[in-house]
RNA sequence: GUGAGCGUAGCUCAGUUGGUUAGAGUAUCAGGUUGUGGCCCUGAGGGUCAUGGGUUCAAAUCCCAUCGCUCACCCCA
């Protein structure tokens, strides 16, 4: 029986590798201008640290989890997501102690067992940023441009900035109140999803995709005009401060996320390019959440954003144009008996930080030379022959196809020469 | 967890109402005169037709089960 990677995961295999970096290049650099430090955690965290972060009625916690006993009985879980692993480690190191505000980057993989689809998978990838320690707007603001910033500079065009407020908890309970009150006598009328977060979760009914959900919700009550008047402010500068970083958007009052540490500004960017899951991004403000996590009262805000999905819009729309690696040097030899003399000038060339490669399979010289070609050389050497009996060679020049002679022990012209024309072509 | 569709060479796919040794393109490998690539030409290797059962004189083709993949619901990035 063969052995295939689980469920949900995938190998990436050269040249998608290209893709990948080129994205973690472009993320990185981004983050770097808004002066965002990188951090690493564990792909793994005591379990509680994610069923008291992102919240036990939550579906990530509930259903969604890699979660296991290891050898010392320890509940432990392959995270989820990051937010919660950020502000343990901000907790765990008191971080807010060194700096009042801690700004935040990473770029890591994520686990979650739901079934796959388009743009979904088990073990995924998310870059994203946390700025821990203020409640500006300007940092909310912030985080949308960055992350617009990074997907415009991917080529992406037909991104849709949603933004909503969540308030805070006690303005949210007063409203949940009012839209209990309005779905009371509505409620037979809810599918079934919609009646179980009736009980759970209420907001979320707003999520619901089901046509007549949407007619009966049409007239209830919003969050959005029930807030507190902190909120609003704050809600009012985050719309001025986007039109000032020349990012479109738009209010979408039933923009309700799923993790319940969220509070006030929360975010989603949207494309249609990725299928039913069209989120490439999500985040918000979290002012309660470092409390509630055992540290003192401090703000933070957050997004994340699913890399597969931000490369599947990019395919879709044909957007990445990147360049095959080029291999500087093919040693061609034209007899196996040179296979040590080859390697030799294959060892110093490399360690002149020069790409090589040669045959190792004692293949004919034509094969080697079609070798060559498919693996984008610049320059191919021939050893052997005549010439090599004076210690010379060909170096031809698989461009322009000239070729001239050198002398094989004069390793620092070689490398000079090959040097000189690099980036050529 | 629920539903739908699909599993034939490494990859993309043909395979006619069940009927001989299952095909193509591409990729791989080897050649196309001594030691030189891309194009072209010739040839070769490569398949338990996802797996297991059933129907039939006969199954890649029909039926059932299992597994896997894909898409959607749910939820999220």
Request: with cysteine; charged share 30%; proline share 3%.
């Amino acid at each position: 029986m063969m052995i295939k990677a689980i469920t949900g995961t995938r190998d990436l295999i050269y040249p998608e590798t290209l893709k990948w970096k080129y994205l973690e290049d472009t993320v990185s650099r981004v983050f770097n201008n808004f002066n965002y430090k990188e951090i690493r955690t564990p792909v793994f965290e005591e379990t509680s640290l994610f069923a008291r972060g992102i919240g036990e009625e939550t579906d990530i916690v509930g259903k969604e989890m890699y979660t296991f006993l290891d050898r010392s009985k320890t509940s432990v879980t392959l995270k989820p997501e990051m937010t919660a692993a950020v502000v343990r480690a901000f907790i765990e190191h008191s971080l807010g102690k060194q700096q009042s505000l801690s700004k935040f980057f990473y770029i890591s993989p994520m686990f979650r067992q739901e079934r796959p689809q388009a743009g979904r998978l088990r073990q995924f990838h998310q870059f994203g940023a946390e700025a821990i320690g203020s409640a500006s707007p300007m940092l909310d603001v912030e985080m949308i441009q960055m992350v617009y910033d990074i997907l415009s500079s991917l080529g992406l065009s037909d991104l849709k900035v949603k933004i909503n407020s969540l308030g805070i908890p006690e303005s949210r309970e007063s409203y949940k109140k009012k839209l209990r009150e309005y779905l009371k006598d509505k409620k037979s009328k809810l599918s079934e999803d919609s009646r179980n977060r009736f009980d759970r979760n209420i907001m979320r009914i707003f999520d619901s995709k089901v046509e007549s959900d949407q007619e009966i919700l049409k007239e209830a009550p919003l969050l959005l005009e029930h807030l507190d008047k902190e909120s609003v402010e704050e809600f009012d500068m985050v719309k001025k401060l986007l039109h000032s970083a020349n990012i479109s958007f738009e209010v979408e009052p039933r923009l309700v996320r799923g993790l319940d540490y969220y509070t006030r500004t929360t975010f989603e960017i949207d494309s249609e390019y990725v299928g039913a899951q069209s989120a490439l991004c999500g985040g918000g403000r979290y002012d309660l959440l470092i409390e509630q996590l055992g540290g003192s009262p401090t703000p933070g805000v957050g997004f994340a954003a699913g890399m597969e999905r931000i490369l599947l819009a990019c395919e879709k729309q044909n957007t990445l144009k990147i360049p095959g690696d080029k291999l500087d040097l093919y040693i061609v030899k034209f007899n196996d008996e040179l296979s040590p003399e080859v390697f030799e000038i294959g060892v110093n060339l490399r360690r002149a930080n020069l790409s090589v490669d040669f045959d190792y399979l004692n293949r004919s010289v034509k094969a080697q030379m079609r070798e060559a070609n498919k693996m984008n050389t610049r320059y191919v050497l021939f050893v052997g022959g005549e010439e090599y009996e004076k210690k010379q060679a060909n170096l031809k020049n698989m461009n322009t196809g000239e070729q001239q002679l050198i002398n094989v022990q004069d390793m620092e012209t070689l490398v000079k020469l090959m040097k000189k024309t690099e980036g050529e072509g």
